[in-house]
């Protein structure tokens, strides 16, 4: 199957020497949603930016639909970039933004004009054809920045935090709309977000990227579930981490010796050789009861409720482990002598091994 897009050890160093991006490797398949997620300064816009081609890179190869564009300008990329402000020039109106790109390509009038009303038409934004950019409110206008990048029809959307500048509560309606339309339009959506709920909750595949590098690739619920590196496990969801030392293999898994005994886990990779090693616990597959000195089940903790909030059928706790290291829980659980635990409330915990990593460490 030939990709929609394929990034071929692409690199990025800027002339003042600073590297944004090192030996990139992706595949996006036709129609896929795909996010990139990382700490501000990772290199996520930079490497969109020359997917592009506002960017030239440095090394490497970009290839769309099995076309090499390295070296292609940008306004002849079947691409099309949405930006966190927008973008819109706030004295045209809004017919006029959004014909923009196709005045560029230089479109005949009729054929702008009919493209132009049919992505009005579907946006729901005909009423406001002729207002101006500037007297719309936030979630009008992205739907604008959307309708003008969809408008030139192209076969990668590119989006650069574009919903970074919504309140909350808009972002979220936005974020149903953007899946909705990638989902009827079927076209490659290239993602990018600080926001790791934004990246888990939209995309098809997450690429978590870290100082330039690609750090893992992988569907939400590999990202989440299974992280292949401590930057990972810290960054994405709410994981316990324990370090460890002394790795074994028995018939429960491999385990290594923590501050809380020995802790049994899966491990992503070959870990032999490797000194210090980490366990990673999801926050919410931490099972929580009330204190009963039973050390029969593998992954047995102890500690004290510091807090605990309800947010709808969740309960999220802050316990405190015996050596005053503090780790999430969060239960999903009716069972009543769950229910009624509380602050100061002595705690056991326990976690089944196969929802337990174990990760080499480089701290
Ligand atoms: P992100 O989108 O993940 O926040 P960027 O791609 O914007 O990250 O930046 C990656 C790195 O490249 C950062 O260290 C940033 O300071 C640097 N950088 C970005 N743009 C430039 C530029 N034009 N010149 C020099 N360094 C830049």
């Known amino acids: 199957m030939m990709h929609d897009?394929?990034?071929?050890?692409v690199g990025k160093t800027y002339p003042d020497g600073t590297v944004a991006v090192s030996e990139f490797d992706l595949q996006v398949s036709p129609g896929e949603f795909v996010a990139f997620v990382g700490p501000s300064g990772c290199g996520k816009s930079t490497t969109l930016r020359m997917v592009a081609g506002f960017e030239a890179i440095t090394h490497g190869d970009i290839i769309i639909k099995g076309k090499n564009v390295s070296a292609i300008p940008a306004e002849k990329r079947p691409t099309s970039m949405i930006f966190q402000n927008y973008a819109l020039f706030p004295h045209l109106n809004v017919r006029d933004n959004i014909g923009f790109g196709l005045d560029v390509k230089g479109v005949a009038r009729k054929e702008r004009d009919a493209k132009v009303d049919r992505i009005l038409d579907m946006f729901d934004l005909s009423q406001?054809?002729?207002?101006?950019?500037?007297?719309?409110?936030?979630?009008?206008?992205?739907?604008?920045?959307?309708a003008r990048g969809l408008v030139v029809e192209p076969q990668i959307l590119l989006l650069d935090e574009p919903l970074g500048a919504l309140d909350a509560n808009l972002r979220r309606v936005i974020q149903n709309e953007l899946k909705l339309l990638q989902r009827e339009l079927g076209i490659t959506f290239v993602f990018v977000t600080h926001a790791q709920d934004e990246a888990l909750g939209l995309s098809d595949r997450v690429i978590v990227m870290n100082n330039g590098q690609v750090e893992q690739i992988g569907r939400p619920e590999e990202i989440y579930g299974s992280p292949m590196t401590e930057f990972v496990a810290r960054f994405i969801g709410a994981n316990a981490i324990f370090e460890g030392r002394d790795l074994r293999q028995d018939a429960a898994g491999h385990s290594i010796l923590?501050?809380?005994g020995r802790i049994t886990g899966h491990a992503s990779s070959d870990l032999r050789g490797t000194s210090a090693i980490i366990a990673a616990v999801p926050a919410e597959a931490i099972r929580i009861g009330a204190r009963t000195g039973d050390q029969s089940v593998p992954n047995r903790l102890h500690g004290t409720i510091d807090t605990k909030h309800r947010i709808g059928s969740i309960c999220r706790f802050k316990v405190s482990l015996s050596n005053g290291q503090a780790i999430d829980v969060e239960t999903a659980s009716r069972d009543r002598h769950v229910m009624a635990l509380a602050a100061g409330d002595h705690v056991d915990l326990?976690?089944?091994?196969?929802?337990?990593s174990l990760l080499p460490t480089h701290s």
């Open 258 to 260: 923590t501050a809380h």
């Open 5 to 9: 897009l394929e990034l071929i050890r």
């Open 128 to 146: 406001f054809a002729d207002r101006k950019a500037d007297r719309l409110s936030g979630g009008q206008r992205q739907r604008i920045a959307l």
């Open 350 to 356: 326990d976690c089944p091994p196969e929802r337990v």
